[in-house]
């Protein structure tokens, strides 16, 4: 995966598109949103990387981004057949720098109205543009688009290439380890040969959290307050950043307090009626002793019963949900946090029986 050259075609306007093009380099498109609908919808930019990756991509885009001055986790669109392999993780990193979201996906001039200028294709991301992809703060794949890695290659098979290889080796793993992907997808790419390319099917992607559909994976701990210890869930997703608690003040029973950011709906959240607890597969409908909006992100505190508390220790998800209605279509909350740390789960149920 030698350095091949790109395009770059910069188009920033809303009325028109104005290009700049340096032939041999990735092509980099630009779309603002349109201010009929940024009030609403919000001021992320559409940006379309299309073409070979090249040592110089990452450094372009950040120059693109500073210059434009687009707004953190705006969305990206990648569509490349690959290319330098250390050009992909920089191109990586600038990605996760700006916390952009990545899809795979091509651009196609002219959408389904006059404040969306362009529509999407299904895209392509082979071998150095997967360490690109998993750059993105958050993944998606649709079922239209592919994506297929392979071990990396030389141009010549000289006997120094064996150190070279080992380094680059090591620096992927170090490089996928700091997106927080798991290494065995360095390992998948070892199945198919430099000239043949492997397609890991969407289930497996997900489980390796290359793909994360707009989730991060949560973070459990155990923490300490004032009145003991408690255990956090944290995470960030395309709709904010969320918590769960759960803990038990002395002679109390478990608490679940449940944290998210509010992102404009203080009405909605502080106003619906309908407060549904889910642990596992059961749900259940219960009111809040607390709720609250502060700094931004609303606050429900549900006490939980002893039955309910007992269901956490085979819970694989917990979560909490706020509806206009139990028969309402949407909700707002956390539907499905997963425990990923069952044993510190069953620490905190085990230290609360004994109190």
């Known amino acids: 995966m030698w350095v091949r050259s790109l395009v770059v075609c910069l188009l920033f306007s809303f ?7 340096a032939q041999g380099e990735m092509q980099i498109r630009g779309e603002p949103p349109h201010p009929a609908v940024a009030m609403i919808m919000g001021n992320r930019w559409a940006i379309f990387l299309e073409g070979r990756i090249d040592s110089a991509a990452g450094e372009r885009l950040k120059g693109y981004l500073e210059t434009k001055r687009v707004p953190r986790r705006s969305d990206l669109y990648i569509h490349s057949p690959g290319g330098s392999v250390l050009g992909g993780m920089e191109l990586g990193r600038v990605i996760r720098e700006y916390e952009l979201s990545v899809s795979v996906s091509r651009f196609k001039k002219g959408g389904s109205s006059e404040y969306r200028p362009f529509s999407l294709l299904p895209g392509e991301c082979y071998s150095a543009c997967t360490l690109a992809f998993v750059g993105g703060k958050f993944r998606f794949l649709n079922e239209d688009s592919t994506f297929g890695v392979h071990q990396f290659a030389f141009r010549n098979n000289a006997e120094a290439d064996v150190g070279v290889a080992q380094v680059t080796s090591a620096m992927i793993v170090a490089y996928l380890r700091s997106m927080d992907i798991d290494v065995d997808f360095f390992r998948m790419s070892t199945v198919a040969k430099p000239s043949d390319m492997f397609m890991p099917p969407i289930e497996t992607l997900k489980k390796l959290n290359v793909v994360n559909g707009g989730v991060e994976r949560p973070k459990w701990t155990i923490e300490s307050s004032g009145d003991g210890l408690y255990l956090k869930a944290e995470r960030d997703s395309i709709y904010g950043h ?84 139990y028969e309402a279509p949407m909700f707002l909350g956390i539907d499905d946090m997963p425990v990923t740390e069952p044993k510190r789960m069953l620490g905190l149920l085990n230290s609360c029986r004994t109190q």
């Open 242 to 325: 969320q918590k769960i608690l759960l803990y038990c003040p002395p002679k109390s029973p478990i608490f679940l307090h449940m944290i998210y950011e509010a992102q404009g709906r203080d009405k909605e959240l502080m106003n619906f009626p309908a407060h549904t607890v889910v642990i596992g597969d059961r749900t259940y409908r219960q009111k809040p002793v607390h709720k609250e909006i502060q700094n931004g992100y609303f606050n429900a505190i549900y006490s939980l019963s002893r039955a309910q508390a007992e269901s956490l220790r085979s819970a694989r998800s917990v979560g909490a949900m706020v509806q206009g209605s």
């Open 15 to 21: 009325g028109g598109t104005a290009t700049l093009s």
